[in-house]
């Protein structure tokens, strides 16, 4: 298996929702990232999870609450979204220290209501 | 600030032609360099590595590095239309941590 899986797909939220986002891998990798991405911009990283534990957190508001409960999964937790939270979230993961690369999801495309 | 620079493009390519595509960083101590190919509304895929001088060919794409220089490129022959594409570049900087370029928007014209 060479898939990062992520769902859902397309999310549509309102400002007081809570929910979240879901990736899982099957590759042993041992490290596992969210990224942001905008339009026409380049994937912005928001946390780093290595050997399950939280080893960046890029300034990320509260709002967005990571979690991961075993090496094969990563969780994404969002409530009270802005509008200027809709974008691109993409999973990634990789061998730690991550020398050959990354293997990306297909993303979740949120928009925020 | 440890960058890595791309020219934004849209660079525009006949059908047939080679494609070329540059990026500089700034990381001296940059171990691993990776190309990503992302279509539009998709995830970005990694098309090609490459770890020490020179160039690493795979299929139709040739990935060149110069470490002295400080650039890496991909060169992508006989262009398809379907190579149409954004092009990012990322460099793995001296903390692991991946640098991305802003990417290269690539036309291949039929």
């Known amino acids: 298996d060479t898939e990062v899986t992520q769902t859902p797909k397309h999310l549509v939220m309102g400002m007081t929702n809570k929910k979240s986002l879901k990736c899982e891998q099957h590759?042993?990798?041992?490290?596992m990232y969210w990224y942001k991405q905008k339009a026409k911009k380049p994937p912005e990283l928001m946390f780093v999870?290595?050997?399950?534990?939280?080893?960046i957190n890029e300034s990320v508001p509260s709002r967005f609450s990571p979690e991961c409960p075993n090496s094969s999964l990563l969780n994404l937790h969002l409530h009270a979204l802005q509008p200027e939270d809709s974008a691109l979230y993409l999973c990634?993961?990789?061998?730690?220290?991550?020398?050959?690369?990354?293997?990306f999801g297909s993303g979740t495309r949120l928009t925020v209501v | 600030q440890k960058e890595v620079e791309q020219n934004s493009g849209p660079l525009s390519v006949p059908e047939g032609a080679i494609a070329s595509l540059n990026c500089t960083y700034s990381d001296r101590g940059s171990q691993s360099f990776f190309w990503y190919r992302q279509y539009s509304g998709k995830s970005p895929e990694l098309i090609m590595s490459?770890?020490s001088n020179g160039d690493k060919e795979d299929g139709r794409f040739t990935a060149q590095l110069n470490k002295a220089s400080q650039y890496v490129s991909l060169l992508i022959r006989d262009s398809q239309p379907s190579d149409s594409a954004t092009y990012l570049c990322a460099v793995l900087g001296s903390n692991y941590q991946l640098i991305w370029g802003a990417g290269t928007k690539l036309i291949i014209k039929p």
């Open positions: 990634a993961s990789s061998q730690v220290g991550p020398i050959y690369g990354y293997t």
């Open positions: 999870y290595s050997y399950e534990k939280l080893s």
């Open positions: 490459i770890y």
């Open positions: 590759m042993g990798h041992r490290a």
